[in-house]
Structure formats: C-alpha cells, structure tokens
T-cell receptor, first 110, second 114 residues
Framework: GEDVEQSLFLSVREGDSSVINCTYT??????LYWYKQEPGAGLQLLTY?????DMKQDQRLTVLLNKKDKHLSLRIADTQTGDSAIYFC??????????FGKGTMLLVSP | DTAVSQTPKYLVTQMGNDKSIKCEQN?????MYWYKQDSKKFLKIMFS???????INETVPNRFSPKSPDKAHLNLHINSLELGDSAVYFC?????????????FGSGTQLSVL
C-alpha cells in the first residue's frame, strides 16, 4: 500500500522560513495535501496541489512537488509562533482514501 | 456554525463499558469517516460511509460499530472498552468528488479507558 513519510520534528525561530518535507511511494497519487493540527483540535486543510503542478503559492505558504522523486514540501515564510502545530502530508489517487504521514511537529520559538 | 461537530469532547470510562461518540456535519457532504489518532499522533482510518452505506472498514475489532442514520450523521459505538482503545477519535466528512478528497475534521473526542 501507499506509504507517506515525514520527519517528526522541526524547530525554527520566529521570522525564519520553515520547510517541512514529505516523501510518498504511490506514483498514481493525484492530489497531495498539507493539513495542520493545532493542540486539542482536529486537522485543518491548509493547501493542496494537483499532481500535474510543480508549485503552488498561497500567501506565506509555498508547496513544491517533485513528482519524479515523489517528494513534496511545504515552505512557510516568516514563520510565526502561531504556526506551531503538527503538519500532516497526505496523498490520494482520485477516489481513493487519503493516506496520511505521521506528522511533523513544528515548534516556533520567539 | 460548526461544520463537523462531535460529542463528547472528552470521555473517561472504565474497562468493559460500552460507549458512543456522535458526529454530525452540516456541509451537505456525502461521505463521512472515523479516524483514530494514537498517542504518537499517527492517524488511522477506521470506517468510511458514503450516503449511509459502509464503503471502508479497515482492520478494526468488531467491538467498534459505526451507524449512519442519515448522511449527515455518523456515530461510533464501542463495546467492551479496552485500555488500548484510549486515543483521540476524529470524525470527518468530504464531498468525495473526483476533484480530490478534501477532508473536514471535527475537533476530536479524547477517550480515556481506565
């Protein structure tokens, strides 16, 4: 089955850029997502990218997709303390159920 | 207006008890899900319903029984609770259209089995 891997932890200083990386195994993945989970809350869809795109930018968020290497990244510019959360990468192939990574905990220090 | 709401938010109970978690979505979505998040934050899908019909049933003990009275509701009943059932349970919904499966999550039910 599909496997989605992420590093477990990232620590940055406020104002720096954060880059969270994800690799996946299923080359038929059509949509790739980033979800954010704040403490005590459910997951919230941050952004997603279709597999025929290389990049998507949405305000402070930039998603890069390297389909050849099956690598997805999320860059957060000017990281704020409010960005501290767990970030989940997820993939799906059309109608299939999402496969989630194990999440990357982002800690932003002042 | 809460899009996906689940109750209760916290549930503390003894081993062997039976409990239910309720979920409702007001987004008009056709598909609803139950996910389990363990202490390491790993998310695992348990069930998926589409228009009140079960479409995904992962390897989950049969002590867990989902029930969907209509497409806006998906409840989870757990019989004979065990210590290992302690986790956060998330309900979610999606349109399940060809444009991808964007999930909307509830805020979770933290289940503690003592």
């Amino acid at each position: 089955g599909e496997d989605v891997e992420q590093s477990l932890f990232l620590s940055v200083r406020e104002g720096d850029s954060s880059v969270i990386n994800c690799t996946y195994t299923d080359s038929s993945s059509t949509y790739l997502y980033w979800y954010k989970q704040e403490p005590g809350a459910g997951l919230q869809l941050l952004t997603y990218i279709f597999s025929n795109m290389d990049m998507k930018q949405d305000q402070r968020l930039t998603v890069l997709l390297n389909k050849k290497d099956k690598h997805l990244s999320l860059r957060i510019a000017d990281t704020q303390t409010g960005d501290s959360a767990i970030y989940f990468c997820a993939t799906s192939a059309g109608y299939s159920t999402l496969t989630f990574g194990k999440g990357t905990m982002l800690l932003v220090s002042p | 207006d809460t899009a996906v709401s689940q109750t209760p938010k916290y549930l503390v109970t003894q081993m062997g008890n039976d409990k239910s978690i309720k979920c409702e979505q007001n987004l008009g979505h056709d598909t609803m899900y139950w996910y389990k998040q363990d202490s390491k934050k790993f998310l695992k899908i348990m069930f998926s319903y589409n228009n009140k019909e079960l479409i995904i049933n992962e390897t989950v003990p049969n002590r867990f029984s989902p029930k969907s009275p209509d497409k806006a509701h998906l409840n989870l009943h757990i019989n004979s609770l065990e210590l290992g059932d302690s986790a956060v349970y998330f309900c979610a919904s999606s349109t399940n259209r060809e444009s991808g499966e964007k999930l909307f999550f509830g805020s979770g039910t933290q289940l503690s089995v003592l």
